[in-house]
Structures are given as structure tokens and as C-alpha cells.
């Protein structure tokens, strides 16, 4: 869920509430910028629904050589055409094209930056009178988490790729992350009181001034504690790329990860809190969320004294995601993707939160210990 709404930079200001920030072009533009700057006849377009953004995916007339991109990739690219906010901070698109390049080279499976006519890997276009950021990438082929069938393999492979993702990013660095602040950071999840009337349902909205209190309180006070770096930030189900543990085999292991927009310099224990939170989601089942944070843990080891403020961690990013998402939807009331958490995460917040929130801890233990014991990896 990438560059979404209402965000806060070092050196920008919030975006006023009720903002349309989203491009406004057709595919027919589109497809122009894709032969203008990048020398792509396009044979087959195709959009990809986005919070904010323009995301297109293109096949290229191989018949026709292109000037541009002289190693044609087969399996196409990604044109993304970046919200009118976050066009502003070139200097971060920058740096995470950085982390994309440095990934690839650690091995990790990720998109992978085309530079355009001018030799760059983005240019500010104006469309519509308004600039843009465009950028292109490669394609990468294959499924995605909530595309296949779900295993308790799949949920502990998760969180080993992830870790192995934290693993390399651990020694990756770039000043631009700093000052660099969103309100889809954790860190910044208290920012979503100024949307709760987008909440009609008084009972939910107690809830989530229940898990602020606690989240500031119990987590927040003690952030300069925790170990920090850049992470992912957005480790969802949607970005996770899966394919079969063996040829033909009905069984599904994660093999990279997309969507970068939300890297950020924060504590650890948040990314692990917010791919728990997104797989539970995609499970439905609290329990799941052991399974990951034990695969996680078997690659990068997180201190046993800050693995306590996960389940808080995890019900601050349930919160931040609906609450935003209903935000959101009253601005674009046609984009559905911004609800894709709404119709689970009500009942599963209020599980944890209302039902299970002492014992989480331990069924997510329990959890771990059965997969470790039963597992035939």
C-alpha cells in the first residue's frame, strides 16, 4: 500500500484534510510517457488499483526496438506515476532507489529501477498542471500472498524472508531517512486521532482511543530503547511475492517483496509488529501471527524484553490501518482498496483487543513451539 494518504516529511507540511492528491491522466497518457521517457511501444496496459499513486503494467512491442532500454526485460514493467505529495521529496525516491539496487545485490528478490532517456530512475512530469514523480520498473512475475493457499510453512517463511530483507538492510543506510516522517510510520500512529470522524461507530472509535493511550504509554515511552534501522514498513499481503515450494507442489513459499514506498528509520520490533498484523489479517487467525514472528526470530533474533510490546505494536497498526483506510475512502469513494482491511480487521482488533489481549502472548508461543516441533522443513 504504497505513498498513501496525508503524510508528514522533515521539510513539507501536512497535506489539508480532504486533499485529493491521486494523478489524474488516462491510459492513453500513460502509455505516451512510457514511449517518451522510457522508448516503450505498448502492446498491453494494464492498471493496478493503488492508495494514492497510478501504478500500470506494461508489455512492450518487442517487434519494435527500443532506443532506451536496450536489455529488454521479458516479463514486462511497473510504470508508476507518484501522488502530487510525494512528488515533492525527490530526494527520498532517490534513496529508495538506492535500497532497491542494494537489495538486489544481497540477493534479495525486488523490483529493480530502468533508468529513462536522461539516464536517471525518475523524472517530475507535469500532468494535468500539477507535477508528478515517474518512475519505471521491472516486472517481477509470479503470485502474490493472498493469491494462493494459505500453510503454516508459508506463514513461517514470511517472517524468515523478511528477516533476511532487515538482515541486509541492516548495514544499508542513507541520511535522507533522518528527518524522513509518514503517518503510515508507527511511530506516528497517535496522528490518526485527526481522522476519527471517519469512524460513525462510537464503540469502535473507544476502542482505538484505548490502544493510543496504551500505545503512547506503554510503547512510545520507551522508543529511544529499541534497536532501529530501515525497514520495509509495509510487509502486507499484497506486497508479498510466493511461489511453490517444489514444481506442481499446492504448497506456497515467499520468494521476494515489492513496494518500497514506506521505508523508513524505525525500531525493528515495528516491522515485525506490522507483517504480523497484515498476515493475521489475511489468516483471519490471531494464532498465525506466532508462526511469523518465529520465522523472523529464527533469522534476526529480536531481545525477549522488547518481543512484550509487539502485541500492542500489533493492535496500534490494526488501528492505524483502519482508521486511515476509512478515512481515505471518504475523500476517494470509489478506490475499495483503501477498505481491504475493514471488513476482518474490525473483528480481529476487537478479538485481541477485547478478548485475548492478556493471553496473546502466549497463544502466539504456543503456536510457534507446534509449528518448530511438528515442522518437516
Not at 73 to 89: F, M, T
Not at 209 to 226: G, S
Not at 232 to 245: A, C, R, S, T
Request: proline letters at 5%; hydrophobic letters at 40%; one cysteine or more.
Amino acid at each position: 500500500m504504497d505513498n498513501k494518504t496525508v503524510q508528514k516529511n522533515g521539510d513539507s507540511e501536512i497535506i489539508p484534510v480532504g486533499s485529493d492528491i491521486k494523478p489524474k491522466l488516462t491510459i492513453s497518457e500513460a502509455e505516451k510517457l512510457a514511449e517518451r521517457l522510457y522508448g516503450i511501444v505498448v502492446k498491453d496496459i494494464k492498471e493496478i488499483i493503488a492508495y494514492d499513486d497510478r501504478n500500470f503494467i506494461i508489455q512492450e512491442d518487442k517487434i519494435i526496438k527500443n532506443p532506451i532500454i536496450t536489455n529488454n526485460w521479458p516479463h514486462g514493467y511497473v510504470l508508476k506515476i507518484v501522488n502530487a505529495h510525494d512528488s515533492k521529496k525527490t530526494s527520498l525516491f532517490e534513496a529508495q532507489n538506492e535500497a532497491l539496487i542494494y537489495l538486489r545485490n544481497q540477493k534479495i528478490e525486488c523490483p529493480n529501477p530502468v533508468a529513462n532517456v536522461y539516464g536517471k530512475y525518475f523524472s517530475v512530469e507535469k500532468l494535468n498542471g500539477v507535477d508528478h514523480i515517474v518512475r519505471l520498473l521491472e516486472f517481477i512475475p509470479g503470485k502474490i500472498f493472498n493469491q494462493v493457499p494459505k500453510s503454516n510453512y508459508l506463514f513461517f517463511s514470511s517472517g524468515e524472508y523478511l528477516a533476511k530483507v532487515d538482515r541486509a538492510l541492516k548495514t544499508f543506510h542513507n541520511e535522507v531517512y533522518l528527518t524522513h516522517r509518514t503517518n503510515w510510520m508507527l511511530q506516528e500512529m497517535p496522528q490518526i486521532k485527526d481522522f476519527l470522524h471517519a469512524l460513525p461507530d462510537h464503540g469502535r472509535k473507544q476502542i482505538v482511543e484505548e490502544v493510543i493511550e496504551k500505545f503512547e504509554t506503554k510503547v512510545l515511552a520507551h522508543i529511544d530503547d529499541f534497536d532501529k534501522q530501515i525497514i520495509h514498513g509495509d510487509y502486507n499481503e499484497q506486497n508479498i511475492l510466493v511461489g511453490p515450494v517444489r514444481p506442481n507442489s499446492d504448497e506456497y513459499k515467499v520468494t521476494g517483496v515489492i513496494d518500497f514506498g514506506d521505508t523508513s528509520l524505525s525500531p525493528v520490533i515495528f516491522e515485525l509488529a506490522i507483517a504480523m498484523t497484515y498476515i493475521i489479517l489475511d489468516a483471519n487467525d490471531l494464532a498465525a501471527g506466532g508462526i511469523v514472528m518465529a520465522g523472523y526470530t529464527s533469522i534476526k533474533p529480536i531481545p525477549k524484553e522488547d518481543l512484550k510490546f509487539i502485541k500492542t505494536c500489533v493492535a496500534a497498526r490494526l488501528c492505524q490501518s483502519l482508521v486511515m483506510g476509512a478515512y481515505t475512502y471518504t475523500i476517494q469513494p470509489t478506490n475499495d482498496y483503501v477498505l481491504v482491511t475493514q471488513k476482518k480487521g474490525w473483528p480481529i482488533l476487537e478479538e485481541l483487543w477485547k478478548e485475548k489481549f492478556e493471553e496473546i502472548d502466549e497463544i502466539w508461543e504456543t503456536a510457534a513451539d507446534n509449528y518448530l516441533k511438528q515442522s518437516t522443513k
